[in-house]
């Protein structure tokens, strides 16, 4: 079946340090791939998403590009700030089209310190 | 626009007990999946309702039910609680018919004891 492996936490940064969270995913088929991100006390927020190979999504700064030869998604960010402290998680869907149905990685929690 | 809401946000039961938890999706979804979330891991997949359906279901026990009304909001219901029904309890709503994302709601944090 489909499963969501991420670099396990906590990771703790300086602020303005450089930011990488490795994902790397099986799947069948194509799935699309998500960050989400988690403040604390929170629901889920959609970070990024990539939903084809080679497809770099972006947001507030975030990267990520879908590698289907590494099967991967890694999380990037040139210059992490204190408020991007919270849980991030990758995520796939298998949906081609429609109401996904996400399978998500454990969550890597992100502590920045001014 | 609302987003997603969730009732209650905390809920404490004994183990034994039945719960019941409630989803207002996003305006112009019309399909509804549920979570769960245990302490420190990812959410995990429960079952998605659309058309007032059952359409998919993760790998939980015959405990957990759901409904879907139709207005689109829809309802989780775990009978026979145990301890380890503890978790946050995380609704999605998206459209069945686009490919758009899910928008997730705060959750419902359920305590068994």
């Known amino acids: 079946g489909n499963s969501v492996t991420q670099m396990e936490g906590p990771v703790t940064l300086s602020e303005e340090a450089f930011l990488t969270i490795n994902c790397t995913y099986t799947a069948t088929g194509y799935p699309s791939l998500f960050w989400y991100v988690q403040y604390p006390g929170e629901g889920l927020q959609l970070l990024l998403k990539?939903?084809?190979?080679?497809d770099k999504g972006s947001n507030k700064g975030f990267e990520a590009t879908y590698r289907k030869e590494t099967t991967s998604f890694h999380l990037e960010k040139g210059s992490v700030q204190v408020s991007d402290s919270a849980v991030y998680f990758c995520?796939?869907?298998?949906?081609?089209?429609?109401?996904?149905?996400?399978?998500f990685g454990q969550g890597t929690r992100l502590t920045i310190n001014p | 626009d609302a987003g997603v809401t969730q009732s209650p946000t905390h809920l404490i039961k004994t183990r034994g007990q039945q719960v019941t938890l409630r989803c207002s999706p996003k305006?112009?979804?019309?399909?509804v999946s549920w979570y769960q979330q245990a302490l420190g891991q990812g959410p995990q997949f429960i079952f998605q309702y659309y058309e007032e359906e059952e359409r998919q279901r993760g790998n939980f026990p015959d405990r957990f039910s759901g409904h879907q009304f139709p207005n689109y909001s829809s309802e989780l219901n775990v009978n026979a609680l145990l301890l380890g029904d503890s978790a946050l309890y995380l609704c999605?709503?998206?459209?069945?018919?686009?490919?758009?994302?899910?928008?997730f709601g705060q959750g419902t944090r359920l305590t068994v004891v």
């Open positions: 995520a796939l869907s298998g949906a081609v089209q429609g109401a996904q149905k996400l399978v």
């Open positions: 990539a939903t084809k190979a080679d």
């Open positions: 999605a709503s998206s459209p069945m018919l686009t490919n758009t994302e899910a928008f």
């Open positions: 305006s112009g979804h019309d399909t």
